[in-house]
């Protein structure tokens, strides 16, 4: 039997092979009825494409019966045998049944949203054969556990530079594993960190607002190229103005996409442009950062700007979500590009704001802001779950007054937590409820998997109630078994077995093979990069992200090289030790890529393994160049100073070239709107190697040169 992610709820292998098409010759045909529902023509459609690859020709779709096995969808496919194992599937528009028997398939779904699954089911199984194209008997009789399954897309670096096309790839993708929720950030906004600006993000225009816009420049180093390159844009999807489209095609194929417009936290572009609105400190001096939410106008503009989406892109295509954002409300540095160091508060101390308490002020923004929602016909409405639980403002009280407002059954709280222990949903919080997991964001840094995140997440959502998962994310394919881990147990928590059962069942997937062949390069792999406590505590800090949150960005690389000759010979063996697993996986997955089913999806593991190999290798260049270097200026012979400089600078430049090798495989491999962001952090490590070896150069040429090579080890000393 083929390997289906999600795995259905419940299959039944029947002794038939049906050959839907053998050699040049094409034995299928699909029967969809006269006035059939879009879901149900695109279920064809998708039927048909994935017969056309496996087979070369394309078969006839209409409602009258073609040459050779019929595939019958939607209404046009009956029988008793597909009656039977319909009716034993939950009472769910998106249960479906299929059946291959001896001389026909049927597939058809309590309503149109499940005969696309169905589809997205045999497609699945068509792409896994070899030769000639057959399907094995079988009865499947599938519906979800999550009512709501999807990923939620932050506004940031990557996403802000993704074309229509681009998103609706990503729309493809999760409606090939059973998605139906799209979480969109259209606005956001985090601190100081490149070149001394704040991090802001607005993906939407506002025609009324043309002051409305966050501007970015990324500068980064091409090794395909070898050459520094710049780029200065706005978000394609602000410049593009193509967000209805987005939602427009999601809604096509089954997916809901609802807008994340973030505050009063997060927010530093409205109060900028609208001092107004900003929260005020104490001597009444906008801060830049959050809102004044006893100011009317703080309402009426974001109002405003909230009916705007509604009106332009949502109201048309009938989509009924809002995500109004609502997490780490709480004071931050880095929001004043004057003074980055300076803490500033999101809460407002004008006289008014002063009068009531934090929890006070939270309520009425939630009430005021949740009935707005409602009367402009959004009926669900997200927040995040954070800054309610730690302000000890999500009480009965609350939930009351929600109540009270006519609100409460249109709420939907997302909990999430990133790392470790999971996030279990309190049961005495009576609102309704989706868990949130991360799959995978930080592309810049390191790869991580997240499925010990994902797992327990949601079992314990489905346990506590939840009605949704999804997961906060940038778009990566690197994470690729985060997504499909997510989609199996968002879809089926009842047969679809543990986290190990899983991991077996994608590497089979993956890699084409079965037994060690097959999870061999994932059990290297995973003793990096399933470890939270080692990817994000030690490796990440090898990169140049996080340096940038600190006064110390102008310090790096030149910090993490003091910290490395500092540190336990124990940690830096963890380091190199990481570096051996990921080479052996990278051999594992390079020896297996071309018999894979996808090499492309290959290339990403390995481009993953090469990233972290090649890092280790230059701070390790760095290390033992710079020390050879320190010896050599000690000794007194100029003779034996230019041999060991020399060799200082060959043993750094051999790393370089490494390093300049996987720069350029991942200008192959990744997705061109991840690349900019993805090579200014590794470029920052690489301006300094250069910079280096410039010194190195320079001292064995010249003893004046000396001086600044002197420097430069005194800086990491």
Known sequence: MALIFPEPQRVETLPAILTLAKGDSLNCHIVLADGADPLERLAADIIAGAVEAAAGQRPSVGPTPGTGIPISVGAAASGPALSRVLDATADNPEAYALVADADSIALRGRGPAGTFYAAQTLVQILRQQEGDLTVEGVRIGDWPDYKYRGLYVESKWGPDLMTLDDWKELVDYMAALKMNAFGVGVYCCWCVQYEGKRTEFLMLPFPDHPELQTPKTIRYYSARDQEWKAITYLP????????????????????????????????????????????????GRPTGYGY?????????????????????????????????????????TGTDEQDPERVVDPWCKCPECR????????????????????????NHITLWNDHLSRSGALTPEFVDKLAQAGVKDHIILQWWRYDEPVLEIPGEVDLRAWTTPMPGYYFWLFTQSYTSNIYPHLALGHRAGAEGADAYCVFDAAFDRNYVCLAEYAWNQTTSGDLYQFKSKYARKVMGTTGFDAVEPFEKWDQVYDSMPLVPGVLDNLLYYWHTYSAARNEYPRN???????????????????????????ALFSQRRNNAPDPELIDEY?????????????????????????????????????????????????????????????????????????????????????????????????????RRLGEVLAEIS
């Open 606 to 706: 390995l481009f993953e393994c090469e990233r972290l190999i090649a890092v280790v290798d230059l701070y390790e260049a760095l290390l033992q160049s710079t020390d050879l270097a320190r010896a050599a200026l000690a000794g007194t012979s100029a003779d034996g100073r230019a041999g060991a400089l020399a060799e200082a600078r060959e043993k750094l430049l051999r790393a370089l070239h490494g390093f300049d090798a996987m720069l350029a495989f991942g200008e192959e491999v990744k997705r061109p709107y991840l690349l900019p962001q993805l090579l200014r952090d590794l470029s920052h490590l690489r301006a300094y190697v250069t910079e280096v070896l410039a010194s190195l150069e320079g001292a064995i040429a010249s003893e004046v040169a000396e």
């Open 355 to 378: 009068e009531r308490s934090q929890e006070e002020l939270l309520t009425e923004y939630v009430l005021k802001t949740t009935r707005h929602l409602l009367d402009k016909g959004i």
């Open 292 to 332: 004044c939410l006893s100011n009317p106008k703080t309402y009426e503009f974001l109002f405003e700007l909230w009916d705007s989406i509604i009106d332009r892109y949502l109201a048309p295509n009938g989509v009924d979500w809002f995500h109004m954002g609502l997490d780490e409300i709480y004071p931050v």
């Open 560 to 586: 993490v090289l003091r910290q490395l000759r500092g540190w336990d010979r124990r940690l830096m063996s963890t380091i190199t030790r990481s570096r051996t697993h990921l080479r052996r996986a990278h």
């Open 236 to 283: 394609l999807m602000f410049q593009e103005d193509f967000f209805g489209d987005l939602v427009a095609y999601a809604k096509s194929r089954n997916i809901t996409v609802r807008p994340h417009f973030n505050g009063p936290g997060h927010t530093t572009l409205i109060p900028h442009t609208h001092p107004e609105l900003s929260s005020k400190d104490e001597a």
